[in-house]
Every structure is written in structure tokens, then in C-alpha cells.
């Protein structure tokens, strides 16, 4: 059974340009979550999605966003990238919404220069 | 405002020894308390989670011991490897309005186990 799989693994983008990360949970999950690792905050939730609509939000400016598909993928976004972007954004899905047991992707690296 | 405080920031174990990673919360509202174990370049993997009706779960090498009133639980990592050597994350959750579950996790503890 495949994993959360995340596209693009890795990418550089210049300060004020947008970045749009994809994931796919794995088959069957229906909720999926987003996260931001950076050395200095560690691991911090951006959002949480289920059946397409957003059910929960962390303390992110409105800069970050997404959304889910009807086939449970997901996507989000970053408008106007600031150097402080810079980090690892991970995706998890669940079986359901609140679901315990969360499984992570690798993660997609972003630098911004 | 840090509602998971993890330590030690490193730790060094010998093969074969045991180690142990502390962690605190200060929201009673949690309810769900996993371990993650990250390897670079790779993604948290769960390890082993429990929840506060139990003060005790083991999973073969790990085990987590869990005190409610001290608002504390802990990764114990038996007889351990090389292998095992990796960034390891407290995590704690409790149910949401409208059924999300989200994760607050703690600083992280890397683990270096010597032959």
C-alpha cells in the first residue's frame, strides 16, 4: 500500500512568488493535514481538510492556504514567499476526520531566496 | 506559547543501554499522546502513542510510561541500537470542534546511540 506521496520533494523559489505543494494520502484516507518544520519552530499544523472543505486552521498568516479534492488529494498553497517560508512542509492523512492515527509524507523542501 | 516542552534537546546512549526522552503538556484537554521517530530526509514516522486511560503501553523495545496528575509521559527506548538512532517527537491532541484532530508536537530530542 502506498504512502502519503508529495510533489514536488524539493524547490527553490525567489522572495514574492507563490508555491503551490501536492499530496496524496494514502488510498482510502479521507482527511488530510498539513505541517511546516523549520529548526527554529520545529513542527507547527497549517491545516486540516475533510471532504473537501477546511475543518481546522493553525496560526498562519492568510498567505497559506489549500484545499482538497473529491478524490481526497490536496494542495496548498504559499503566496508572496518570505525568506522565512524557507522549511519542510509535510502532509499526513488519516482513515477520518480527527482520526488518530496520522501517517506523514516525506515532505516537500522549500527554500526561498 | 509552548504546550509540549520536550528534553533532552540530544542524547547519547550506548548500544545495549536504555534512553529516555521526557515530556510535559499543560492542556488537560489532550487526550492523545503519539511518539513520532524522524530520520533524515524522511518524514515523522509514529511509533507508539497512548492515550490517559492507561499509565503504561509497550510496544517491543518502546515503551511509553504515561502520569496524568503530573501532566508528564515518556519514551523509553530498550536495549538500544544504532538503528535507532534518529530525531524522536513527543506529540500531544485532543478532539476539536467540528471532529479535526490536531497535532502539538514537542522540540524534538535527537538520539545518537554509540557502538
Keep these: ?113 | 506559547q509552548q504546550q509540549v516542552k520536550q528534553s533532552p534537546q540530544s542524547l547519547i546512549v550506548q548500544k545495549g543501554g536504555i534512553s529516555i526522552i521526557n515530556c510535559a503538556y499543560e492542556n488537560t484537554a489532550f487526550d492523545y499522546f503519539p511518539w513520532y521517530q524522524q530520520f533524515p530526509g524522511k518524514g515523522p514516522a509514529l511509533l507508539i502513542a497512548i492515550r490517559p486511560d492507561v499509565s503504561e503501553k509497550k510496544e517491543g523495545r518502546f515503551t511509553i510510561s504515561f502520569n496524568k496528575s503530573a501532566k508528564q509521559f515518556s519514551l523509553h527506548i530498550m536495549d538500544s541500537q544504532p538503528g535507532d538512532s534518529a530525531t524522536y517527537f513527543c506529540a500531544a491532541s485532543r478532539r476539536i470542534t467540528g471532529g479535526g484532530n490536531k497535532l502539538t508536537f514537542g522540540t524534538g530530542t535527537q538520539l545518537k546511540v554509540e557502538l
Design chain 1, 1 to 113: 500500500k502506498a504512502g502519503v506521496t508529495q510533489t514536488p520533494r524539493y524547490l527553490i523559489k525567489t522572495r514574492g512568488q507563490q508555491v503551490t505543494l501536492s499530496c496524496s494520502p494514502i488510498s482510502g484516507h479521507r482527511s488530510v493535514s498539513w505541517y511546516q518544520q523549520t529548526p527554529g519552530q520545529g513542527l507547527q499544523f497549517l491545516f486540516e481538510y475533510f471532504s473537501e472543505t477546511q475543518r481546522n486552521k493553525g496560526n498562519f498568516p492568510g498567505r497559506f492556504s489549500g484545499r482538497q479534492f473529491s478524490n481526497s488529494r490536496s494542495e496548498m498553497n504559499v503566496s508572496t514567499l518570505e525568506l522565512g517560508d524557507s522549511a519542510l512542509y509535510l502532509c499526513a492523512s488519516s482513515l477520518e476526520l480527527g482520526g488518530d492515527t496520522i501517517y506523514f509524507g516525506e515532505g516537500s523542501w522549500l527554500t526561498v531566496v
